[in-house]
C-alpha cells in the first residue's frame, strides 16, 4: 500500500472561505484580470438550463469568439449548483451548490502564465493559500489514439519546472485509464497522465466524437493529497484519479488549443483560451489541512445548530451522512430563496423543494422531531455577508419560506404514518409515496419495526419505473435535449390531456375519450365524435394546444375524494375504475385550470417542456375509427 503522507503543513495562509475567495481575486487582479461578479444562480435568458453549474458556462459566447467588454483577461469566483451531484453529497467533497473560482484568457496568455499562476496561488504564503507543494498531485492528457491526438507534452514540462523550483523531484507517470492506475497506483509519481476520457475538454467529449468545426484541448488537473489511508473498495491501488477520497480535485485547466477539420485531423487554433475552475470549498479544505469540505467556516454554524438539536456530535458515524445532507441543502436552498426562487412543481422550484424535503427527513433520521430548517440556514447570510450581502438581506424571508415548507411536509409525514397504520399487515410502501409523499426508507424502518416483512425489491422495481417516468428533479435539463424513450412518451401523455381539451373547446363539450395509446414517437386517442373534422378545426386544436405549451403552464397532481374530483368536472381516463381517493392532474392550478383529468400520471412538470428543442404539436391524422368515434394521430415534432 502507497504510504500516508503525515500532514505538517503549518504554513497555511486564509483558512476562512472569505480569505480563499478574496486572494484568489487579489492574485489574478494583479496579474492583469478583470474581476468580474458572479453571475446568477438562475441562467439569464436561457430556458434550456435551471441552473449555472461552472464558471464556464456564462462565458461560452465569449470563449467562442465574441469579445468581451471587459477585456480579454478575466477572473471571477461563480456561484455554481450540480443538480446531478445530488447523490454524491454524504460524501467528503461533493455538495450541490458551491462556488467555482476561475480565471480565463480569450486568445491571450496560455499554458506557460496558467500553470504557473495557479501553482504560485497555491503555495505562495505571501500572495496565496501557502499550501505544501508536496501534497499537490497533477495530471495532464496522455494523448488519444483513437484521433491520433498527441500527449500534452508541454505542461509535463512547465510541471516539472514549478516543482523542481520547490526541490522535488517530479516524476512522470503515464496511467492512460483509472483501471491501470487502480492497477499501478502511484509508483513514486507526481504528474500522471489519462487519456481522453479524463483530460480532454470539448462541448462534444473525447476528440473522435467532436465534429468538424468543434473546438477543444487538453486539460491539466490539481489534486490535494490529504493523506487519508486508501480505500481498497474503490480499486487495488490508490492514484489521484482514484475515489477512496484521499486525493481531491481542486482545480482543472483548459487548454482551448485545437479545432477540428474536415478531414478529422485537428489544427491549432489562432486564438488559444484558457478556462480555469477551481473548487473554492475544497481549496478551503486544503487550506485546513481536512478532507472534509463541511468543516470548513462558512457550517460553522449550521453545524453547531444540528448538533444541539439531535443531541449528535458531527463525526458520529450514523450521523455524518444526514448532517452532510442537510449542511449542504439548506446552504443551497439559501442561495435559492434569496435568489427569488419559491418551493413549487416545476423547474428550480420543485428543485428547492426536494432539497428541503431531503434535509427534513434527514432531520428525522437525526432525531430532530420538530421543525429544524430555519434556524439551520440562519447562519450562511453572516457566512456570506462580504461576497453575497443579498443572503443576509433575505434572511426573513429564507425562514419564512423554509419554515412553511417543513411545516406542510411534515403534516405530510404525519398523515402517511396515519395512512400506514391504517394499512395494517398490508402496507403498501409504494402507494405512500406516490399518494402522499411518504419516503420509502421511513416505511421500511416503520414495517421492520413491526416485524412486518415489506416485500423491497418489488417496491423499488415499482419505483425504479416511477423515478424514470417521472420528472424528479432536473436530470433530463442537464442531458440537454438527449431525452430518453421514457421523457418522451411522459411528454406525450401530457400533450394527450392538451389535446382532449382542445378537441372539447373546438369541437364542443360531448367530446369524450374512448380510447388512448401512447408511445415514444407519437400519440393517438379515440374519442366521441359523429363527423369528419374539417382543415379549420385541425389548424384550431393545433393552434390552441402549442398556446397551452407556450404558456409554460405547471402540471399538477392534487389527491382527492372521488366525488370531489367528479364535483371539478375532472375528465375520467378512458376504462378505469377509480378507488375512493384519486388523483387528478390538472394543467394549470385546480382553480383556473384549463385541463383536468382523473389520472395516474406520470406527466411533465410545466408544459414547456413539450415544446423543448423548438417542438410544436402537430396532427398527423384524423380518421374513422369506429360508428361515432374518430381518431387522431399526433406528434411533436
Ligand atoms: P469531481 O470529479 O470531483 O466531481 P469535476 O470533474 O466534476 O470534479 P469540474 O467540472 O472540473 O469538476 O469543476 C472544476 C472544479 O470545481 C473541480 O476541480 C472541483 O474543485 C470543483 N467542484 C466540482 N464539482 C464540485 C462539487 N460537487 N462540490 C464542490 N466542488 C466541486
Ligand atoms: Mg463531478
Not at 197 to 209: D, I, T
Request: glycine fraction near 10%; charged fraction near 30%; hydrophobic fraction near 35%.
Amino acid at each position: 500500500m502507497t504510504p500516508i503522507r503525515k500532514l505538517d503543513d503549518s504554513r497555511s495562509n486564509g483558512a476562512r472561505v472569505a480569505d480563499v475567495r478574496k486572494r484568489y481575486l487579489e492574485f489574478f487582479e494583479k496579474r492583469g484580470h478583470a474581476v468580474i461578479p458572479s453571475a446568477p444562480i438562475v441562467p439569464e435568458n436561457d430556458p434550456t438550463t435551471l441552473f449555472t453549474s461552472s464558471g464556464m458556462q456564462p462565458l461560452v459566447p465569449y470563449l467562442l469568439g465574441e469579445p468581451h467588454p471587459e477585456g480579454t483577461r478575466l477572473a471571477d469566483s461563480q456561484m455554481s449548483f450540480r443538480a446531478e451531484d445530488i447523490e454524491e453529497v454524504g460524501d467528503n467533497r461533493h455538495t450541490t451548490f458551491f462556488e467555482m473560482l476561475g480565471n480565463w484568457s480569450l486568445g491571450d496568455y496560455f499554458k506557460q502564465e496558467q500553470l504557473p499562476w495557479f501553482f504560485d496561488y497555491m503555495t505562495s504564503t505571501e500572495e496565496g493559500l501557502g499550501l505544501n507543494p508536496e501534497h499537490l498531485y497533477v495530471t495532464v492528457f496522455a494523448g488519444d489514439e483513437e484521433s491520433g491526438m498527441a500527449a500534452d507534452s508541454e505542461s509535463v514540462e512547465i510541471w516539472k519546472k514549478l516543482f523542481g523550483d520547490k526541490g522535488i523531484e517530479a516524476k512522470f507517470v503515464e496511467l492512460g485509464t483509472e483501471e491501470r492506475g487502480n492497477e499501478l497506483g502511484m509508483q513514486g509519481g507526481r504528474i500522471f497522465s489519462y487519456g481522453a476520457k479524463k483530460n480532454w475538454w470539448s462541448r462534444a467529449g473525447v476528440p473522435a466524437k467532436m465534429p468538424a468545426g468543434e473546438i477543444g484541448g487538453p486539460d491539466s488537473e490539481v489534486f490535494y493529497d490529504f493523506g487519508l489511508p486508501h480505500d481498497p473498495k474503490f480499486g487495488k491501488e490508490c492514484h489521484p484519479n482514484c475515489d477512496c477520497g484521499r486525493f481531491i480535485e481542486i482545480g482543472n485547466s483548459v487548454f482551448m488549443q485545437y479545432q477540428k477539420q474536415e478531414d478529422s485531423s485537428f489544427k491549432e487554433l489562432p486564438k488559444r483560451n484558457v478556462d480555469f475552475g477551481g473548487g473554492l470549498e475544497r481549496l478551503a479544505a486544503a487550506v485546513r489541512g481536512d478532507a472534509d469540505i463541511f468543516m470548513i467556516d462558512v457550517f460553522d454554524a449550521a453545524r453547531a445548530v444540528l448538533e444541539e438539536r439531535s443531541g449528535k456530535q458531527y463525526g458520529d458515524a450514523d450521523a455524518t451522512r444526514s448532517f452532510r445532507i442537510i449542511l449542504d441543502h439548506m446552504r443551497a436552498a439559501s442561495f435559492f430563496i434569496s435568489s427569488g426562487i419559491r418551493p413549487g412543481n416545476s423547474e428550480q422550484g420543485y428543485v428547492l423543494r426536494r432539497l428541503i424535503r431531503r434535509s427534513i427527513r434527514e432531520a428525522d433520521k437525526l432525531g430532530i422531531k420538530d421543525a429544524v430548517l430555519a434556524e439551520v440556514a440562519e447562519g450562511f447570510g453572516a457566512a456570506y455577508a462580504d461576497a453575497y450581502p443579498f443572503v443576509q438581506a433575505a434572511a426573513e424571508t429564507i425562514r419564512e419560506e423554509l419554515e412553511k415548507e417543513e411545516v406542510q411536509f411534515r403534516k405530510t409525514l404525519v398523515h402517511g404514518m396515519k395512512e400506514l397504520e391504517k394499512m395494517g399487515g398490508a402496507i403498501d410502501a409504494f402507494m405512500l409515496f406516490t399518494t402522499y409523499g411518504f419516503p420509502v426508507e421511513l416505511t421500511e424502518e416503520i414495517a421492520k419495526e413491526r416485524g412486518i416483512a415489506l416485500d423491497m425489491s418489488a417496491v423499488q422495481e415499482k419505483m425504479e419505473t416511477h423515478k424514470n417516468l417521472s420528472r424528479e428533479g432536473a436530470a433530463q435539463k442537464f442531458a440537454g435535449g438527449l431525452a430518453d424513450h421514457a421523457e418522451q412518451t411522459v411528454r406525450y401523455h401530457t400533450a394527450h390531456h392538451l389535446l382532449l381539451k382542445a378537441l372539447q373547446v373546438v369541437l364542443g363539450p360531448d367530446v369524450h375519450q374512448r380510447g388512448s395509446n401512447i408511445t415514444s414517437e407519437r400519440l393517438r386517442i379515440d374519442f366521441s365524435y359523429g363527423q369528419k373534422m374539417t382543415d379549420e378545426q385541425k389548424r384550431e386544436v393545433e393552434r390552441i394546444v402549442n398556446e397551452k405549451i407556450a404558456e409554460a403552464i405547471p402540471v399538477v397532481r392534487t389527491d382527492m375524494k372521488k366525488e370531489e374530483a367528479e364535483k371539478l368536472g375532472a375528465e375520467h381516463e378512458f376504462g378505469a375504475t377509480y378507488p375512493e381517493t384519486v388523483s387528478v392532474y390538472s394543467v394549470g392550478p385546480l382553480d383556473s385550470a384549463f385541463s383536468i383529468e382523473f389520472c395516474g400520471g406520470p406527466h411533465v412538470a410545466n408544459t414547456s417542456e413539450l415544446g423543448e428543442g423548438g417542438k410544436h404539436f402537430k396532427i398527423l391524422k384524423e380518421e374513422a375509427s369506429s360508428a361515432g368515434i374518430r381518431r387522431i394521430k399526433a406528434v411533436l415534432e
